[in-house]
């Protein structure tokens, strides 16, 4: 590619920051999928970012950080589509996870 321009590996020219999805997801019901092959449903309430602290509404803060460290409140533990475990408030270290994926809303 021209400029020492590079695809991304899926190919697509423009990749997403990942601090960004996780911003625009906050607070919504997801899947996240560790590296032990673990399965943890919940809703994203926090994400750690270098030192900043950036309020999201009234009595809630967000922190997001470049290692993707999150916390997920409502937290279960999913294994063959049973709950195994109920977690409460869980803290999830960014360098375990595989994937988040936003779950569409429960009604």
Known sequence: MENGESKGASGAGDARDPSGFLSEIIGAPVTVKLNSGATFKGTIY???RSHKIL???SCDLQSVDG???IALE???EIH???VLRDWGDCFVRGNNVTYICADEAED
Do not use: A, R
């Open 46 to 48: 926090s994400v750690q």
């Open 55 to 57: 309020p999201i509404k």
């Open 67 to 69: 290692y993707m460290n």
């Open 74 to 76: 409502s937290c279960k």
């Open 80 to 82: 063959n589509g049973k």
